[in-house]
């Protein structure tokens, strides 16, 4: 079978990015294998201001650097994002090993005003660590610019 002649609902196994460029279109979006209810009602605007529209706890995440995450994550909806990507969104010109520390604690941040009902220290169903990265578990046809 060639590249993107496998079965569908096949796992990826063994395909790892080493960079931020995107997998064959062929591909699809990977999304959660269960999403909860609230992931399906949401959307997402990047044309103009980033809004979340749905479960989300406001608009808008507060935070400028949530912002910049999301925005990044959102470029590649339902699809592996690479910290360093990420790093690069939110803390352009400050040192990695400084900015490293603060992702974690951003992400947390974006969890829970992505899923505000999420129970402290349950897993998130909609932004996940996957990898060498995070994914925001959706589907391209919930942000606006797809």
Request: glycine residues 12%; positive net charge.
């Amino acid at each position: 079978m060639g590249e993107c002649e496998r079965p569908i609902g096949t796992p990826n196994r063994g395909r790892r990015k080493a960079s931020g460029s995107g997998l064959p279109d062929c591909y699809g979006a990977f999304t959660a294998l269960a999403p909860s209810r609230s992931v399906r009602s949401m959307d997402f605007r990047v044309l103009g201001t980033i809004e979340v529209g749905g479960a989300a706890a406001g608009p808008s995440p507060p935070g400028a650097k949530e912002r910049a995450i999301l925005a990044r994550l959102l470029l590649d909806p339902g699809r592996t994002v690479p910290a360093d990507a990420l790093l690069d969104a939110g803390w352009d010109g400050v040192p990695r090993e400084v900015a490293a520390r603060s992702l974690a604690v951003r992400v947390a941040n974006l969890r829970a005003y992505l899923e505000p009902g999420r129970d402290r220290g349950a897993p998130s169903s909609l932004l996940v660590r996957d990898g060498p990265g995070y994914r925001l578990a959706i589907a391209p046809k919930q942000v606006d610019s797809h």
